[in-house]
């Protein structure tokens, strides 16, 4: 495996992004005890930790909050939309970690986030060896406007084949892991999924804008792949994206 240069050699690009869509399944409720404990999320720890006293619940749905900084921390309506993205982590990692933190990731265009919830959604149908089932999808949009370190171009060419793998992580979750530990706000990425698609991994919550509820989706699992969506704000199916 090709070493991954420094971060701090890797230049940063400024994102703005009027919408940055985000895709989640619409089984995972908004967790509205982030938006009504307090103003200030320094206070949380202590609130939420009463409030489990009394509802033994609250643990299972606000997840590790002490991963996310008390200064990085986001609050008020739809917050719990990024929150989530931190305190809820998955253990087998992501592109961008190691299973020890969370990520945010959106990306450019609604159909660029379709592309890639499509193939991690099919990822993870096959490993359960799930049978044909139908999984609804929430539909996220906000806004991005902040700099990351950039993948796209800035980053030499033999790193970025390592980081952008198909299927292997480990090059891209150990150039996270060192970013992360030098307080960088995240990757902007080319997706790997969709051709000319744009995506960003934030680290931490304060780094992109609190989104809301855009539509609802439908994913078709036949038992072996992806075949289509059904887009509820349009009462249509459509074709998956290609990666051409």
Not at 153 to 175: K, N, T
């Amino acid at each position: 495996m090709l070493p991954v240069p420094p971060g701090l050699e890797i230049d940063e690009s400024k994102v703005e992004w009027t919408q940055a869509w985000r895709i989640i399944a619409s089984r995972f409720p908004p967790i509205h005890l982030f938006e009504r404990v307090s103003s200030n999320p320094a206070v949380w720890d202590a609130l939420i930790e009463l409030e489990e006293i009394t509802n033994p619940r609250v643990r299972d749905q606000v997840g590790q909050i002490r991963l996310v900084p008390p200064e990085r921390r986001v609050s008020g309506v739809n917050a719990s939309w990024v929150m989530a993205s931190f305190t809820h982590v998955n253990p087998k990692g992501s592109r961008f970690s190691d299973g020890t933190y969370g990520v945010y990731y959106a990306a450019d265009s609604l159909e660029t986030a379709i592309a890639e919830t499509i193939h991690h959604f099919a990822a993870f149908a096959r490993d359960a060896n799930d049978p044909a089932r139908r999984e609804d999808m929430r539909v996220l949009v906000g806004s991005i406007s902040n700099s990351f370190h950039d993948v796209r171009a800035l980053l030499p060419e033999e790193h970025r084949a390592a980081v952008l793998d198909p299927s292997e992580y480990h090059a891209g979750q150990a150039l996270a892991r060192s970013l992360r530990e030098q307080h960088s706000n995240g990757l902007v990425y080319p997706s790997v999924r969709l051709r000319h698609g744009q995506c960003v991994a934030a680290f931490w919550p304060d780094v992109v804008g609190i989104p809301r509820q855009e539509r609802h989706l439908q994913y078709e699992w036949n038992g072996q792949t992806v075949t289509r969506y059904f887009d509820y704000s349009l009462s249509e199916w459509f074709p998956i994206p290609t990666a051409s």
